[in-house]
Each structure stands twice: as C-alpha cells, then as structure tokens.
C-alpha cells in the first residue's frame, strides 16, 4: 500500500435552515493514507479507499452531495488510514490478524453558526484466512466510522435531552460521544444521566473517567458520591480519579480524599490523594 491523497469534488450536506435545500455543502472529500501506516504491511487496492467513503458519504442521512452555491460555507470529509497491519496470527499460524485504523473528520472551511466540525474514529479488526481479500476489512472499516461520523453529526445537533438518552443507551460509542459533549457544551441537563450512568452493571474503567471529567466541568458537586461508588469498582482510576474530586470539592470529597491519603495500601494513590487534597483546601481558602 503507498502513501496517497485522492480528492473528489464531492458536495455532502446536514440539516440547515439558512442552505439551500435544508443541506450544508461539502465541496471534497480527501482519502489520506499515512505514510507510517503505509509500511505496515495491509495490502489495500489502489482507488478503493475513495470509492467506499464516497459510496458511504452519499448515503449518509441528510447529507446531499453537491458543490457549494453562491453565500454558502463549504464543508470538507476526510477519512485517514492511521494504522494498517496484517501479520501472520499467533494462534492460528493459517490465519492472517489484520487491523485498519481509520479516523473521519468533517469540518467547516469557513465561519458557521454552531459546531464547526464532527469526527469519529474505528479499529476494525479480523483473524480471517489469507484468501480472504483486504477488500472486506476496508469496506466494514469505512462503513463503521462513517456511521459514527453519523451519530457525532446526528448528537451536537441534538436536544440535551436526546444527548442525555444516548448516554443511557446501548451503543456504547454514542455513549463516549455524548459524555464528550457533555463536556464540551456544558450540558448541565444531562447531569442525572452521568449519575446513573456510573451505577451500570457494563460500566468500564475509561468510561468513568470520562465521565468524571465531564462532572467536573459542569461542576456538579452531587455527583461526588456517585464517583467513589463507580471508583470503589475500578482501584486504577484512583489516581486520576482523586484530582476530578478535588475539582468537585465539597465535604464528602475531601474526606474521601483524606481517607485514601492516610489508609491506601498504594503509595501512588497516598500521594495522588495528598496532592488533590491540598489542591481542593487550596481551592476553598482562595
């Protein structure tokens, strides 16, 4: 595989009152290989890459394809191969491990109203034998970050309460993509959902983390004891978890802080939660 850029003067559109037709204009799509991706062994056929993104992009929900009119910003897709590998597979000597890595960006090249860009990213991954063409890897890998582009698109434009239901919802990429807009919009309605969110039974280490990040940045101190419920769950958040609490501030946080600074069987932990501690009474006296 070598290093390329294809563009094609492609036009994609999303809801717009102020465009023409509801749509907003993407005048180009570019294909982007990394060039240290390119030497990494995953053999894709020349031209194909542009072909599936472009067959995607068509069919993408309220997106038109069509050059940009006179008054109307245009907006540029491209979708980047970051990692591209096919090895034998460590298990199965007959089979081939092969990973694409593939990351969307669709963005704005000119001043708009509401967000001016939307990304996504995919690791598609297979053990399949060699027969099998790469064809098959790069047309799940495409189909999978456009429909993630989709959703990114489809949440910034939504309510906060529609934001609130996907943090709550089955898909868990949805899920990290409506804490990260939670984050970013200071979304304080979706406060409650990061709560329950956090007492989830398929609850993971990263997406407390998120999530904590998140409470942190609408500071909503209520959340503190939802936090140390979901940490208790996963002791390696521990560390960065400390300094998210300090942030919080409040009572509880503090004597929690307190709790791990002076009993914790990890040093690490003692000294992340001393730092945090001083950090939050820093805060209170300031």
Do not use: N
Not at 30 to 43: E, F, R, T
Not at 126 to 154: D, F, H
Not at 260 to 283: F, I, K, N, T, Y
């Amino acid at each position: 595989m070598r290093s390329a850029i294809f563009a094609l003067g492609l036009g994609l559109g999303l809801g717009c009152a102020d465009c023409v037709g509801g749509t907003r204009p993407i005048v180009s799509v570019d294909w982007l290989v990394d060039p240290a991706a390119a030497a990494q062994g995953l053999s894709l056929p020349e031209g194909l890459g542009q072909a599936e993104v472009r067959q995607k992009a068509t069919g993408l929900s309220g997106f038109s394809v069509r050059p940009a009119r006179a008054g109307e910003v245009g907006w540029q897709l491209t979708v980047g191969v970051r990692l591209a590998t096919d090895r034998p597979d460590d298990e199965a000597l007959d089979k081939r491990r092969r990973a694409l890595g593939l990351v969307a960006e669709l963005r704005a090249l000119g001043s708009v109203e509401g967000p001016s860009a939307f990304s996504a990213e995919v690791l598609e991954q297979a053990v399949e034998g060699p027969e099998v063409p790469t064809e098959r890897i790069l047309e799940a890998a495409v189909r999978s970050v456009m429909a993630r582009l989709a959703t990114s698109v489809r949440l910034a434009e939504a309510r906060p309460d529609a934001v609130a239901s996907a943090i709550l919802g089955d898909d868990p990429h949805a899920r990290a993509m409506a804490v990260r807009l939670v984050q970013e919009q200071r979304l304080r309605e979706a406060g409650p959902a990061l709560d329950a969110r956090l007492g989830a039974a398929d609850l993971t280490a990263p997406e407390v983390l998120r999530i904590a990040a998140a409470l942190a940045a609408l500071e909503r101190a209520e959340s503190v004891g939802p936090l140390i419920e979901a940490s208790s769950r996963f002791p390696q958040v521990l560390v960065p978890m400390a300094f998210q609490l300090a942030r919080l501030g409040g009572r509880e946080a503090e004597a929690y802080l307190f709790t791990l600074q002076s009993g914790h069987d990890r040093p690490e932990v003692r000294q992340a939660a001393g730092d945090a501690l001083r950090e939050l009474r820093r805060s209170t006296t300031d």
